[in-house]
């Protein structure tokens, strides 16, 4: 009997003992291990310290998370755009990234966002072209739906923000896909204030008289009248640079008399073949430029066709 109890005395002691080393709180669920809560792996462009860390068929480079499947011809047209738009040739930058993103399509690549997204800046250069101005506002869009939040997407809104002035309507941005129009607004008109007006020569003339007309047409007397025939123009044709193109002669008439002196003559050449807002611009511009060449006095012969550009 005594052997019994003592049994039952032990046996107590070590249910005490395992009740003491387990959770009070602990439940039956407790037993079942907690599944492991899945990996989150870093998109294209976003952060990582290894491969693990990126999304599947990308690599961690400079830790950043970056494709594999490039193309090196691809990214040689991409890299000439990028030297054509750093030079200000911006139609050569779009024919460059065109080639890159057929070149990409002709090796059956996806064309990477870093490419897509530079396109679309060279195309906003561009944008005087309406039709540039179109497709850049839908490359860059796309370019801001793939990549992650970032410096490369910033730049991208920058370059969309600059479409504004050409009539990019910002709603069309939302709702996380592509537009069918991009560009449905009416163009912002820039303040006169901003308005340039540059001369050049075709064939370009060392003559001092040339230096004496481009020193006049440039000068601050003549700017209003050439802002004025840019409003006119660019309200007609709904274009934002107006550039006409005059034929200049300055040439030196000897008299018929000893006695009498000769005298300088300019002559300016007629238009052709302008019709429409054009040919109202060549007059308006003409009318502004005539009478300051009179008043000119010149020193030797040119012969030159002046454009004036105004924008």
Sequence with gaps: MRASLGVLITVAILLGLMAGGCDSKATATDTQATPAKPEVKSREYESCAAASHCMENLRCLDQVCRRAARSAVGDYYAAAGAVARGKGDHEAAVTAYDQALKQYGAEKLEVPPDVDCAYGAALASARAKKEHAELGARVLHR????????????????????????????LALGGGKLADVYLSKAPQRPSTDKV?????????????????????????????????????????????????????????????????PGAWITRIGPAAGLAGPEAAADACVRGVVEPALKSLKFVDAFTTKVTITIR
């Design 196 to 260: 340039t007006v540059s001369v050049t020569a075709n064939p370009s003339t060392d003559k001092k008289s040339y230096a004496l007309v481009s020193e006049k047409l440039l000068g601050p007397d003549l700017k209003p009248g050439f802002v004025a025939c840019w409003e006119t123009y660019s309200a007609a044709a709904k274009k934002e640079v107006l550039a006409v193109t005059l034929p200049i002669k300055v040439a030196y008439a000897a008299s018929e008399y000893e006695d009498e």
């Design 143 to 170: 370019c801001v739906l793939a990549v992650p939040p970032g410096a490369m997407r910033a730049e991208a809104m920058g370059q969309l923000a600059l479409l504004a002035e050409v009539g990019l309507d910002p």
